[in-house]
């Protein structure tokens, strides 16, 4: 058996025993900040040894971040978090910003490889021309109130037929065949959420104000115009991303209805309810891929080893090493992620399973991100390591697609391997209008920043409406509707991080059919592109993966004609 234990990367310039407290930090920051720099080779062991105690710092918050979102309750966790968020974070701020400004005005900076170095460069002047102090302060208000979000939805349970379940598990009553039963179950849930409404409303107000104030502070009209920089945005504008949705409007939404319609046929209904929109049309239970997270762990294993060797082998370090928590229970964090740890070259992954389909496609999904830490972990600088979201979701969802080749690894039955695939196809497709809803939305919240929670509500209704309401008829229900979006996580905690899902799945059905055309190439170009971490143009990076960085409207309907062929081809 191969060796699958982790080796850190040896320090060379920080302790090995470092303390992770302010006191024992701070000589370092000023040790780089008053260093001379005297030539090109003394400005690059400058840079590794920033690079070092960078990886350090952020490992360490890492495992901060992960601890607590596996258990919200421990009160000890949610402290340790909050300390490296208000005793260390806001004293490297403007320390990290003096050691920006020594590296761009050094004399040697041109002698660096403006190749390997431009996007990088690129980087540290966006962050010099954001960077204002009295927005430090603020950074830690808005770090605290975000993981309040986490702590109202971790302790979301219901009760259903006298026993406990979070939510995803009970998510998985909405694939029952019998309609009385998701329907109890989905108004059960739907009320649960209603009794918090009103606390992430106030939450999210707060939040809303703090991101206004940062964006002003920076010189900003709104926060929406802020983030596009603070994103390292430089390939596209709003303008883009209002024409990326009417494309969304135009192309998807008439396609998704006529599956609702179908959906409607098939079961026999009237209406299509919220409450029928993941039953299984074919009659049969719910695919059921696996039983347990341990089984869910080990069958990916085997379906990414069958794709390469390489690629299986990183899970199964993994797993070796205690680097999953995949199973849902009450008290942890909601969602799923895939977190890097700077120093260990490795992630760890977080989601909340319900032994269901949906959880297979997260699985491969973060493994995919999982793939692409570990393949770039070796590059020279933590940075390079930084990838922007159009990058790093392109690595996960194009992972979702091809692993499919290799799903026979969780379907014995050849039908169930057709459905799931089939299911799969279609979500591709739903994903597209949710995310030009949730981005669309956000446009709107932070160019209108003195709305009412009221207001709100009602932008959201009239931002979904045209992409189809997710398909299904909500009269009567129209508190719920209003509410859908306290649902996305990506709203309360990472802003505006949500357009490169659309972006990436474009990308993603390009990668998928290079693979189908040739699958060792294929694979072969989509691992060379995960390999360049950040040091690449995001399109270069796209261009290594053998596909375009494109999200126009004839874009959108040439992949999406792929994805209706391979469908017609498995009904």
């Known amino acids: 058996m191969n060796n699958l234990s982790i080796t850190k990367k040896s320090r060379t310039y920080i302790p090995q025993d470092l303390e992770m407290k302010w006191e024992a930090l701070e000589p370092l920051f000023e040790e780089l900040k008053m260093r001379e720099l005297n030539s090109a080779a003394e400005l690059n062991n400058w840079l590794r040894d920033r690079s070092e105690l960078e990886a350090a710092l952020e490992e360490d918050f890492a495992w901060r971040y992960i601890r607590m979102t596996c258990d919200t309750t421990d009160e000890k966790l949610l402290q340790d978090f909050q300390y490296f968020a208000t005793a260390i974070e806001p004293k490297i701020a403007p320390l990290s910003n003096d ?44 770090q605290l109130e975000q993981q309040q979000y986490q702590s109202i939805t971790g302790s979301m349970s219901v009760i259903i037929d006298e026993k406990e379940y979070t939510l995803e598990q009970a ?111 074919s009659g049969k239970t719910a695919l059921k891929p696996f039983s347990n997270g341990g089984e869910l762990i080990d069958k990916t294993i085997t379906c990414f080893n069958e794709l390469h060797p390489y690629i299986g082998e990183r899970l199964e370090i993994m797993k070796a090493n205690g680097l999953f928590d995949v199973e849902s229970r009450k008290g942890k ?8 740890l700077a120093e260990t070259g490795a992630p760890f992954i977080f989601m909340n399973s319900a032994n269901t389909f949906r959880d297979l496609t997260t699985m491969v999904h973060e493994g995919g991100h999982a793939v692409h830490t570990f393949i770039s972990a070796d590059l020279k600088l933590n940075d390079f390591k930084h990838v922007p979201s159009e990058v790093a979701e392109l690595a996960s969802m194009s992972m979702e697609l091809i692993s499919m080749d290799k799903w026979d690894a969780f379907f014995d039955n050849e039908e169930d391997l057709k459905r799931a695939k089939r299911d799969q196809l279609i979500d591709v497709l739903k994903t597209l209008p949710w995310v030009a809803v949730v981005d669309q939305f956000q446009h709107w919240i932070y160019t209108n920043p003195e709305h009412s929670a009221a207001e709100r509500e ?43 899902y659309g972006i990436a799945q474009l990308g993603a059905i390009a990668v998928w059919k290079n693979y189908k055309e040739n699958p060792d190439k294929g694979l072969t170009m989509y691992l060379d592109a995960l390999k360049l971490g950040y040091t690449k143009p995001i399109n270069e990076i796209y261009e290594t993966a053998g596909i375009k960085f494109d999200f126009s409207a004839d874009y959108v309907k040439e992949l999406v004609t792929l994805v209706k062929t391979e469908l017609t081809k498995l009904d």
């Open 458 to 500: 009602v932008a959201w209704k009239q931002t979904f409406e045209p992409f189809g309401n997710n398909f299904s008829d909500w009269t009567s229900l129209e508190d719920s509707l209003g509410n859908l979006w306290q649902k996305q996580l990506h709203i309360f905690e990472i802003p505006f991080y949500y357009i490169e």
């Open 99 to 142: 050691l920006n400004k020594k590296f761009i005005e050094c004399h040697f900076l041109e002698e660096l490889d403006q190749s390997e170095y431009f996007v990088y460069i690129r980087g540290i002047r966006k962050a010099l021309e954001l960077f204002k102090v009295e927005n430090v302060p603020i950074f830690t208000q808005i």
């Open 171 to 281: 998510s998985v009553f909405l694939k029952d065949q019998d309609r009385s039963v998701r329907e109890k179950v989905w108004k059960i849930i739907a009320a649960r959420r209603l009794e918090d409404k009103e606390k992430l409303d106030n939450l999210f107000n707060s939040l809303l104000k703090l991101r206004h104030q940062v964006a002003k502070n920076a010189g900003f009209e709104n926060f929406r115009d802020y983030m596009f920089q603070a994103l390292g945005r430089f390939d596209y504008t709003p303008h883009d991303c209002y024409k990326f949705h009417a494309a969304i409007e135009r192309e998807i939404v008439p396609l998704l209805f006529e599956q609702a319609e179908k959906r409607r046929q098939a079961l026999g209904l009237e209406d299509l309810k919220p409450w029928d929109m993941d039953v299984d049309l």
């Open 333 to 340: 964090a909601p969602g799923g992620y895939n977190y890097p």
